[in-house]
């Protein structure tokens, strides 16, 4: 599984983002997805993640400002970001599981979102 991201930039707070995740190889074993971000200095963590079938988790700091989405017949994530802060600036990671071993094993190269106020 390849997953190629793209959509960060550069942008001032309270505006929007819109990232993109494209998946590619053997994607018809992939029932999740996600997006994580990781800050300078700060851990890698999960923004928001969706499985087949189930609903949509998203963490507390974006709750109600991004929405995840996913296109099944172009094999892409999507991350709606609005109403952006500086506390989001972090470089955004797609990442998809691998239901065998349970673990987040196919990772994207990333995409930089810097937020400026």
């Known amino acids: 599984v390849q997953l190629v991201e793209s959509g960060g930039g550069l942008v001032q707070a309270g505006g929007s983002l819109r990232l993109s995740c494209v998946a590619s190889g053997s994607i018809f074993s992939i029932n999740t997805m996600g997006w994580f971000r990781q800050a300078p200095g700060k851990e890698r963590e999960l923004v928001a993640r969706?499985?087949?079938?189930?609903?949509?988790y998203y963490a507390d700091s974006v709750k109600g400002r991004f929405t995840l989405s996913r296109d099944n017949s172009k094999s892409t994530l999507y991350l709606q970001m609005n109403s952006l802060k500086p506390e989001d600036t972090a470089m955004y990671y797609c990442?998809?599981?691998?239901?065998?071993?349970?673990?987040?094993?196919?990772w994207g190269q990333g995409t930089q979102v810097t937020v400026f106020s």
């Open positions: 969706k499985s087949s079938g189930d609903s949509t």
């Open positions: 990442a998809a599981l691998n239901e065998p071993s349970g673990e987040y094993d196919y």
